[in-house]
């Protein structure tokens, strides 16, 4: 299974240039199965979707979860999850998270997969406490394989997302951030043993260059009784 992560930095571009139509062809672009995303949403009042729901309905083979609270959102916090039209969905979650900023993180269990998406705080000391929180929201939930991926707003390579090092393992594909000049590995997926990392990689291209200012991240899973 292929799973992507795009912050859409609210479908404003590095062109400065709002539109939500060369988002739609990046995402298309990833071949993915389950793609998280964050600050899907804008910012204030009641969180209009910047990356409207009827454009991706209309124009991708994805269904936009509904985490929203605000029915003029698509996402919760910023964060959506979209799925395949043909997936099987048992359950989507809402993850409400600790810090000085509001944020949140939202889930999808899929047959034998659960999917995290996630957009961190801007202090090491909330993230840390933020990724506490999501191990304590998935302990009360069944076990299955878990993937945590997304903006993970961690700037070091070594340090900082300790709270997840016992349980999961962390990949970072390659510097996704500023998409006009990438020199940070902000965005990563982690995993749970049961899941092998086949390939990953980080999508830069004219388009994706142009679309937000982070680049989309991607990750081929298996599970690991199937990696030989």
Same mark, same amino acid.
């Given at each position: 299974m292929r &799973?992507?992560?795009?912050?859409l930095?609210?479908?404003?571009g590095t062109?400065?240039?709002r539109?939500?139509?060369r988002?739609i062809d990046?995402?298309n #672009?990833?071949?993915a199965? +389950?793609v998280?995303?964050?600050?899907a949403?804008l910012r204030?009042?009641?969180?209009?979707?910047?990356l *409207?729901g009827r454009?991706? @309905?209309?124009h991708t083979?994805?269904t936009?979860?509904?985490v929203?609270?605000? *029915?003029? #959102?698509?996402?919760?916090?910023g964060?959506?999850i979209?799925v395949?039209? #043909?997936?099987?969905v048992?359950?989507?979650y809402?993850?409400d998270l600790p810090?000085? @900023?509001?944020?949140?993180a939202v889930?999808?269990d899929?047959p034998h997969?659960?999917?995290?998406g996630?957009h961190?705080?801007?202090?090491r000391?909330?993230?840390?406490? %933020?990724?506490h929180a999501i191990?304590?929201?998935? $302990?009360?939930l069944?076990d299955r394989p878990? +993937?945590?991926l997304?903006?993970?707003n @961690?700037?070091s390579?070594? %340090?900082?997302?300790? =709270?997840?090092?016992?349980?999961?393992?962390?990949h $970072? =594909?390659?510097?996704?951030f500023h998409a006009?000049? *990438?020199i940070?590995a902000?965005?990563?997926?982690?995993?749970?043993?049961?899941?092998?990392?086949?390939?990953?990689g980080?999508?830069?291209? @004219? &388009?994706?260059r142009r679309?937000?200012d982070?680049l *989309?991240?991607?990750?081929?899973?298996?599970l690991?009784?199937?990696s030989?």
């Open positions: &799973l992507a992560s795009y912050n930095r609210k479908c404003k062109d400065g240039q539109a939500p139509g988002v990046v995402i #672009s990833l071949e199965d +389950v998280a995303l964050q600050e949403d204030l009042g009641p969180r209009p979707a910047a *409207p454009m991706i @309905e209309a083979d994805f936009a979860l509904p929203n609270t605000s *029915p003029v #959102s698509v996402g919760w916090h964060n959506a979209l395949r039209k #043909s997936a099987t048992e359950a989507s809402r993850f810090g000085l @900023e509001p944020r949140g889930a999808v899929l997969l659960r999917v995290v996630v961190l705080g801007l202090l000391a909330s993230r840390q406490k %933020q990724l191990r304590q929201h998935l $302990a009360g069944d878990t +993937v945590i997304g903006d993970f @961690e700037w390579r070594r %340090q900082g997302l300790d =709270p997840l090092k016992d349980a999961f393992d962390i $970072a =594909p390659g510097r996704s006009s000049r *990438p940070a902000l965005d990563r997926i982690a995993f749970t043993q049961a899941l092998a990392l086949r390939d990953a980080v999508v830069e291209t @004219e &388009l994706s679309a937000s982070h *989309p991240i991607w990750a081929d899973l298996l690991a009784k199937q030989n």
